[in-house]
């Protein structure tokens, strides 16, 4: 059985791109527009992986970071951020929500799946 990531960014590209790479990798994907319509998808189903942007409407990264990590079903899913936000204010902002990982965008396929290797949960 594949394991599944949650995609959440406001660009509808960036979610093919990302999508295309992870399932090419075997990975199951769901992909939401904003932290808010994340949150939607989260009901109680097995999400290995969340990878999400920082800067998006409705319900930005770091806030959504913070609601995940209320629920008792996610509280201990992985979190990796995929932003272009490379301050270090911003990434201690989002380690100290509970991101586990911090890539900066544009990024290249293969770090990406490093990534989510070392972060997918057995």
């Not at 949150?39 to 609601?67: A, C, Q, R, Y």
């Not at 490379?86 to 293969?110: D, L, N, R, T, Y």
């Amino acid at each position: 059985m594949s394991k599944t990531i949650l995609v959440v960014d406001d660009s509808s590209s960036v979610r093919t791109v990302v999508g295309i790479v992870l399932k090419g990798a075997g990975y199951s994907v769901i992909d939401a527009c904003d932290g808010k319509n994340a949150l939607t998808k989260l009901t109680g189903g097995k999400v290995h992986l969340i990878i999400s942007d920082v800067n998006m409407p409705n319900m930005d990264g770091i806030s959504f970071v913070k609601e995940v990590k209320k629920l008792p079903d996610y509280k201990f899913t992985p979190i990796c951020m995929l932003t272009t936000e490379s301050e270090q204010s911003k990434m201690q902002e989002g380690k100290a929500a509970g991101a586990k990982a911090w890539i900066v965008k544009p990024f290249k396929p293969p770090k990406l799946l490093a990534a989510v290797e070392k972060l997918v949960l057995p």
